[in-house]
């Protein structure tokens, strides 16, 4: 089993930041991609932003400038600095991560439980 455990959510006015953590753990041999992505109230999940092994990231248009990546592979962590929030940044935010289990070699693909972000006046 491969577990994802998101922290950093609340509540912030517009304008404001908030940092999102996400951790990692269980039966890693490895990890490819991590990324964000969130879910509003009677709309799709969407992807926020990802990034590879490698330090590649890419970004929804709609948080290009505002938000950032960024992955500490050693705790097996990805981390989305949020700046210049919007109220229509609001949305359950999920972590998602892709890899190889330890022991099986088998691929993992595997979401956190989400965490509410509210931008709101």
């Known amino acids: 089993q491969v577990q994802l455990v998101e922290s950093g959510g609340g509540l912030v006015q517009p304008g404001g930041s908030l940092k999102l953590s996400c951790a990692a753990s269980?039966?890693?041999?490895?990890?490819?991609?991590m990324g964000w992505y969130r879910q509003a109230p009677g709309n799709e999940r969407e992807l926020v932003a990802r990034?590879?092994?490698?330090?590649?990231?890419n970004y929804a248009d709609s948080v290009k400038g505002r938000f950032t990546i960024s992955r500490d592979i050693a705790k097996n962590t990805v981390y989305l600095q949020m700046n210049s929030l919007k109220p229509e940044d609001t949305a359950v935010y999920y972590c998602?991560?892709?890899?190889?289990?330890?022991?099986?070699?088998?691929?993992?693909?595997?979401w956190g439980q989400g965490t509410q972000v509210t931008v709101s006046s």
């Open positions: 269980g039966s890693i041999y490895s990890i490819n991609d």
């Open positions: 990034v590879t092994s490698g330090g590649s990231t």
């Open positions: 998602n991560a892709d890899g190889v289990r330890k022991y099986s070699y088998q691929p993992f693909d595997s």
